[in-house]
């Protein structure tokens, strides 16, 4: 995802639109820029390759000043990262243009221009949008229609804002299945992908909804909706403060983290999922033929990444009916794996850098895959640049050790790659719909959940003196027993393990005793009743049990066990997500009573780089 900034005023906005591309750099690494009209009333544009550092030193050299301008920062879906395809994107000098989304028809779009005598200088999608603008302009001779011609003929998922120096009093922007804010400033007023890049500005915004176009002038908005009718949408004051990306008023960044959680999954999700269905290109512009031929997936990792993969291959087996494996890196590395025909590779790391898994997709890239997918959310990354198909998480920056909202965006990611999966194999449009509106629902879920934040701290004053726990899942929910075992131990320093229910009493239950809490997840699925046994076997054994039950499992509190009630209705797609939240909080709130290093736990760090 890329950032926009733009701003209008009666002052030199160039310092506004940098502070706001600052704050948006998470969203994209690979470039930025900044047109601006200056004192001459002629556009000034200037872009450079990499962090926004890069822009910042080159305008130390070139400066430049304006008092209406737009900006960017770029993470690259179509074109490699270079100054020719970074934005903003000009037509005949003139008009300028800054976009997020992938536009689906582009292809047929700049054919046709081509044809009219438009030339291209880059490979992007955007620079369609700018020259149809353009061409629109000619006849309509208005900007703000020009802007509304040309949206009605997108096809895809776009935010997007023009400025033009014939037009030198206001911006005119759009959105379509991507965030877009206007900032109401005092005669001024600016344009963001994200409230907190204006924070510095303005505590005061004007949310877009889709279809709409809007002009924003320094003391005046105008907005109109899909139909064509003009349209107020509701100010609303920002709680945020303008240091937002600090810890705020959580102790711990790995708190203010997992509280993050329905809004980056909600980011992870923008973009890619609209009008009930995933957008083809989300996965990058050959995906659809990938897909359409991959006929097994083998997807490695490590850590807490590792258990997103296990959740992955019950969903993509289960749903998609394709084989799937899946792979520890430092394993995978060394056993020699066969790879049968047509598979596509999967990794899945939230640095992008970590040793095994980019040793892992070396040895891929050399060994018959299909092609390479790469789930990370850090654009650029090393795993990022050297697959064929990039899925970028969109958690932000993850300062915390352990991972948590990097984790749930990534089953997020991969809940996109089972639909994208199940349209090649069988799941007609039907299915995909009620597969995207589950996956548009969980931000809502985590929500609910994360209200449980008070039960869970007085919970943990159980496990305060506790040396071992033992935790619980079949199923889908198995991986994130898995998880909630590894978040206790890598920040409490108690130690856990995960286990398959079901394999209790195969070994583990020789450990079970009073003084060993043993956790478990318990939606309302096709395995409740197994689990429901193997939680009698642990109360057999005097074993404590804490449940994290649906209301309608039936599980019932009683002496030594004990049941927090999950939200209702939680499906099983949704569960591994929802039902990981409470394990966090748990963990967290564990350590701080053994006041331990939540955020920067011993021995660990955050990207695993050497072997």
Wanted: with cysteine.
């Amino acid at each position: 995802m890329c950032g926009i900034v733009g701003a209008v005023a009666g002052r030199d906005i160039v310092p506004v639109l940098m502070e706001g591309l600052r704050r948006l750099e998470y969203r994209g690494y690979d470039s930025a820029g900044i047109a601006v009209l200056n004192g001459s009333k002629h556009l000034k544009r200037l872009r450079t390759v990499g962090k926004v550092r890069k822009l910042d030193e080159a305008l130390e050299h070139s400066p430049t000043a304006g008092k209406i301008g737009i900006a960017h920062t770029r993470w690259a879906t179509h074109g490699v990262p270079s100054e020719r395809n970074a934005h903003p994107h000009i037509s005949h000098d003139g008009l300028a243009i800054v976009h997020n989304g992938i536009i689906e028809n582009h292809e047929e779009l700049r054919a046709e221009l081509e044809r009219l005598g438009y030339k291209f200088s880059s490979e992007t999608d955007t620079e369609v949008i700018a020259h149809r603008v353009h061409y629109h302009l000619g006849t309509l001779k208005d900007l703000f229609k020009a802007v509304r011609a040309t949206v009605a003929e997108l096809e895809g998922a776009y935010a997007l804002v023009v400025v033009s120096e014939d037009d030198p009093d206001r911006l005119i922007l759009a959105r379509e299945g991507c965030p877009v804010v206007i900032g109401i400033g005092d005669d001024e007023n600016f344009v963001a992908s994200d409230v907190a890049a204006l924070l510095p500005v303005t505590r005061r915004f004007m949310f877009l909804e889709e279809g709409d176009v809007a002009e924003v002038r320094r003391k005046a908005v105008r907005i109109l909706d899909r139909d064509g009718n003009g349209v107020e949408r509701v100010v609303r004051e920002s709680e945020l403060s303008s240091d937002a990306a600090e810890k705020g008023p959580y102790a711990h960044y790995m708190l203010k983290e997992i509280h993050e959680q329905p809004r980056a999954i909600a980011d992870t999700l923008t973009e890619r999922v609209a009008g009930g269905r995933l957008l083809a290109a989300a996965f990058g512009p050959d995906a659809n033929d990938i897909f359409r031929h991959a006929q097994n997936v083998h997807i490695v990792a490590c850590g807490t990444s590792f258990h997103a993969a296990s959740v992955a291959r019950y969903f993509i087996e289960q749903i998609a009916k394709v084989p799937c494996a899946v792979d520890i890196a430092s394993e995978y590395r060394y056993r020699s794996p066969l790879v049968p025909a047509n598979s596509l590779f999967v990794t899945i790391s939230q640095s992008g850098e970590t040793a095994d898994t980019l040793a892992a997709l070396r040895l891929a890239k050399q060994s018959g895959y299909l092609a390479t997918l790469a789930i990370c959310n850090v654009p650029e990354s090393s795993l990022v640049r050297e697959s064929d198909l990039v899925m970028l998480t969109r958690a932000g920056p993850e300062i915390g050790v352990a991972s948590t909202k990097a984790f749930t965006t990534q089953l997020a990611a991969l809940g996109m790659l089972v639909v994208a999966l199940a349209k090649h194999h069988g799941a007609d449009a039907e299915r995909e719909r009620g597969l995207v509106t589950r996956l548009i629902e969980l931000p809502g879920m985590v929500e609910k959940t994360l209200a449980l934040d008070g039960v869970v701290s007085r919970l943990a004053e159980r496990f305060a003196d506790k040396h071992h726990a033992l935790f619980l899942g079949r199923g889908a929910l198995y991986p994130i027993a898995l998880e909630g075992a590894l978040k206790l131990k890598e920040i409490s320093y108690i130690h856990a393990e995960g286990y398959p229910a079901g394999e209790l009493k195969h070994g583990p239950l020789a450990l079970v005793d009073a003084d060993m809490p043993v956790v478990t997840v318990a939606p309302n699925n096709d395995l409740l009743e197994k689990l429901k046994s193997n939680l009698m076997e642990v109360r057999a054994r005097g074993g404590e049990l804490i449940v994290f039950a649906d209301p309608e499992s039936g599980i019932k509190p009683s002496d030594g066990v004990t049941v927090i009630e999950m939200p209702r209705s939680v499906t099983y797609v949704q569960a591994p997500v929802v039902y990981t939240i409470p394990l966090q909080l748990l963990a967290y709130h564990v350590a701080i009573l053994r006041g331990t290093d939540v955020d920067q736990p011993r021995n660990l760090a955050k990207s695993v780089t050497v072997e």
